[in-house]
């Protein structure tokens, strides 16, 4: 198989869904090593997920490594050029149910350990700290524009523009994986910071359909949001970006 677009992006999104999801199911599931680890564990955890996930994507053919469909539009919004979604978004979603597939491999024996149905759903997808549509959705929306502003932001101090910074080629990734713990640590507090809409929808996907005991609702209910406001807060942060900035 060549290395393609499609196919990094696929596998650089699964391996960021291993790592991710699978520092949550360390945190949370009971009997492993990690557990009750923390919320500096899990933000730290998804940091490295997602700079792991870039190099992979970058190895595997893709070198946008967009691994999210929000970065995907968000991109498309500010360059007015829309023709990676289709092919992208695909991978990333096939990526992110693959890698949730992985997760519930690894921890097999954990599920049917842990009591606590809601704890099993956070090992794949999102949920509100406190329920309240409005303000859920407008978290996901804010932290999602500050994700897009900043990996913008990050691509315009490259080596291309040394009067911008000159960050050097290959550092990208590093600091993309620390925009993702800031936002987690700063803003994750009240959705859990999907900001991926493939990252919830998946893995959310993969809960539905996996043999998992005790497992409990997959909160469909909840579930339109982690994917609608990133996808809205994307197209918002391009926009401005590209009236404003560039």
């Not at 990676?84 to 693959?98: K, M, T, V």
């Not at 929306?141 to 990996?151: D, E, K, N, P, Y």
């Not at 406001?229 to 560039?246: D, E, K, N, Y």
Request: proline share 7%; aromatic share 10%; hydrophobic share 50%.
């Amino acid at each position: 198989m060549q290395p393609s677009p499609f196919l990094g992006e696929l596998v650089g999104t699964m391996i960021l869904i291993v790592l991710g999801n699978g520092v949550v199911s360390n945190v949370v599931l009971k009997g492993t090593k990690g557990n009750s680890g923390g919320w500096i564990v899990i933000t730290a955890g998804w940091g490295f997920a997602v700079m792991i996930g870039v190099f992979t994507a970058n190895v595997f053919g893709s070198a946008a490594a967009h691994l999210n469909p929000a970065v995907t539009i968000g991109f498309a919004v500010l360059k007015n050029d829309y023709s990676l979604l289709a092919s992208f978004i695909p991978a990333q979603l096939i990526g992110a149910f693959l890698g949730a597939v992985f997760v519930w491999l690894q921890y097999l024996p954990h599920w049917k350990a842990t009591s606590d149905p809601g704890a099993k759903l956070a090992c794949f997808a999102t949920d509100p700290a406190i329920r309240k549509t409005g303000a859920n959705f407008l978290s996901e929306f804010l932290a999602t524009i500050m994700l897009i502003v900043g990996i913008v932001a990050i691509g315009y101090a490259d080596s291309s523009n040394p009067e911008k910074g000159g960050i050097p080629p290959g550092v990208a990734p590093y600091l993309v994986g620390l925009l993702v713990w800031s936002i987690g640590l700063s803003l994750g507090g009240t959705t859990g910071y999907a900001i991926n809409p493939v990252r919830d929808l998946g893995p959310r996907i993969a809960h539905a359909i996996l043999p998992i005991d005790n497992k409990g609702s997959s909160d469909w209910g909840y579930g339109w949001i982690p994917v609608l406001a990133p996808l809205l807060g994307a197209a918002v942060a391009g926009f401005l970006m590209r009236m404003i900035a560039l």
